[in-house]
Protein backbone atom coordinates (compact mmCIF):
# COMPACT_ATOMS: atom_id res chain seq x y z
CA UNK A 1 0.00 0.00 0.00
CA UNK A 2 1.22 3.52 -1.08
CA UNK A 3 2.18 6.05 1.81
CA UNK A 4 -1.06 8.77 1.48
CA UNK A 5 1.46 11.41 3.33
CA UNK A 6 5.05 11.19 1.41
CA UNK A 7 7.62 12.88 2.86
CA UNK A 8 8.55 16.16 0.67
CA UNK A 9 11.52 14.82 0.87
CA UNK A 10 11.18 11.88 -0.93
CA UNK A 11 8.89 13.12 -3.51
CA UNK A 12 10.09 13.83 -7.18
CA UNK A 13 10.30 17.47 -7.72
CA UNK A 14 7.41 18.77 -9.81
CA UNK A 15 6.74 17.56 -13.19
CA UNK A 16 9.94 15.16 -13.21
CA UNK A 17 8.98 11.23 -13.04
CA UNK A 18 12.62 10.47 -11.51
CA UNK A 19 14.46 9.88 -14.65
CA UNK A 20 15.60 11.90 -17.54
CA UNK A 21 13.08 12.61 -20.43
CA UNK A 22 14.11 9.70 -22.77
CA UNK A 23 17.13 8.17 -21.02
CA UNK A 24 14.76 4.73 -21.53
CA UNK A 25 14.32 5.30 -25.16
CA UNK A 26 18.41 5.79 -25.24
CA UNK A 27 18.98 2.48 -23.49
CA UNK A 28 16.53 0.36 -25.34
CA UNK A 29 18.48 1.85 -29.00
CA UNK A 30 21.23 1.17 -27.53
CA UNK A 31 20.90 -1.97 -26.30
CA UNK A 32 19.32 -3.24 -29.48
CA UNK A 33 22.35 -1.94 -31.32
CA UNK A 34 25.12 -3.57 -29.63
CA UNK A 35 22.45 -7.22 -29.41
CA UNK A 36 22.21 -6.34 -33.84
CA UNK A 37 25.73 -5.58 -34.58
CA UNK A 38 26.66 -8.66 -31.95
CA UNK A 39 24.19 -10.95 -34.14
CA UNK A 40 25.85 -9.48 -37.32
CA UNK A 41 28.65 -10.59 -35.70
CA UNK A 42 28.27 -14.10 -34.27
CA UNK A 43 24.90 -14.67 -34.84
CA UNK A 44 24.95 -17.64 -37.08
CA UNK A 45 27.46 -19.39 -35.35
CA UNK A 46 26.37 -18.78 -31.84
CA UNK A 47 22.51 -20.07 -33.09
CA UNK A 48 24.11 -23.11 -34.34
CA UNK A 49 26.30 -24.34 -31.47
CA UNK A 50 23.11 -23.30 -28.80
CA UNK A 51 20.91 -26.05 -31.47
CA UNK A 52 23.88 -28.60 -30.85
CA UNK A 53 24.72 -28.15 -27.56
CA UNK A 54 21.81 -26.99 -25.31
CA UNK A 55 18.61 -27.85 -27.62
CA UNK A 56 16.51 -27.29 -25.10
CA UNK A 57 17.28 -23.49 -24.86
CA UNK A 58 17.28 -23.36 -28.31
CA UNK A 59 13.81 -24.70 -28.73
CA UNK A 60 12.83 -22.23 -25.60
CA UNK A 61 13.85 -19.41 -27.76
CA UNK A 62 12.30 -20.72 -30.44
CA UNK A 63 8.81 -21.09 -28.69
CA UNK A 64 9.35 -17.15 -27.13
CA UNK A 65 9.44 -15.94 -30.82
CA UNK A 66 6.16 -17.78 -31.89
CA UNK A 67 2.67 -15.79 -31.42
CA UNK A 68 0.86 -17.23 -28.84
CA UNK A 69 -2.15 -16.76 -30.77
CA UNK A 70 -3.31 -16.28 -33.84
CA UNK A 71 -6.42 -14.59 -34.71
CA UNK A 72 -8.23 -15.21 -37.77
CA UNK A 73 -11.15 -12.34 -39.19
CA UNK A 74 -14.09 -14.11 -39.67
CA UNK A 75 -14.59 -11.91 -42.42
CA UNK A 76 -12.26 -13.67 -44.62
CA UNK A 77 -14.35 -16.83 -44.11
CA UNK A 78 -17.69 -15.36 -44.73
CA UNK A 79 -18.38 -16.66 -48.35
CA UNK A 80 -17.62 -20.84 -46.71
CA UNK A 81 -19.46 -22.97 -45.61
CA UNK A 82 -19.41 -24.35 -41.97
CA UNK A 83 -18.64 -27.72 -43.43
CA UNK A 84 -15.79 -26.33 -46.40
CA UNK A 85 -14.43 -24.76 -42.98
CA UNK A 86 -14.51 -28.44 -41.44
CA UNK A 87 -13.04 -29.64 -44.09
CA UNK A 88 -9.88 -27.00 -44.60
CA UNK A 89 -8.87 -27.79 -40.82
CA UNK A 90 -9.08 -31.53 -41.54
CA UNK A 91 -6.39 -31.01 -44.30
CA UNK A 92 -4.34 -28.36 -42.38
CA UNK A 93 -4.36 -31.15 -39.31
CA UNK A 94 -3.09 -33.34 -41.77
CA UNK A 95 -0.66 -31.68 -42.67
CA UNK A 96 0.51 -31.34 -39.71
CA UNK A 97 1.01 -34.96 -38.52
CA UNK A 98 3.06 -35.37 -42.32
CA UNK A 99 5.36 -32.71 -40.88
CA UNK A 100 5.79 -33.25 -36.89
CA UNK A 101 7.96 -36.49 -37.00
CA UNK A 102 6.49 -38.72 -34.33
CA UNK A 103 7.14 -38.48 -30.57
CA UNK A 104 9.53 -41.47 -29.07
CA UNK A 105 8.44 -43.38 -26.52
CA UNK A 106 11.13 -43.93 -23.93
CA UNK A 107 12.76 -47.19 -23.89
CA UNK A 108 11.35 -49.36 -21.21
CA UNK A 109 13.99 -51.17 -19.15
CA UNK A 110 13.31 -54.85 -19.10
CA UNK A 111 11.88 -56.16 -16.08
CA UNK A 112 14.17 -58.32 -14.01
CA UNK A 113 13.22 -61.86 -13.02
CA UNK A 114 12.43 -62.78 -9.75
CA UNK A 115 14.52 -65.60 -8.09
CA UNK A 116 12.74 -68.04 -5.78
Same mark, same amino acid.
Given at each position: ?A???P??? #??? +??G ?10 ? *??A ?10 ? #? ?7 R? !? #???? +? #???R &???? *??? /?????? !? ?5 V ?5 A???E? *? !?E? &?? /? ?5 ? /?????P ?6
Amino acid at each position: MANPNPSPS #TRF +APGSNGRPKGSRDR *LSAAFLKAMSDDFD #TNGVAVVERV !R #TEDP +A #TYLR &VVAS *LLP /KEVEIS !RRVFDDVSEDELAAVIEI *L !REE &VR /KETPPAS /KPELEPTPKQTH
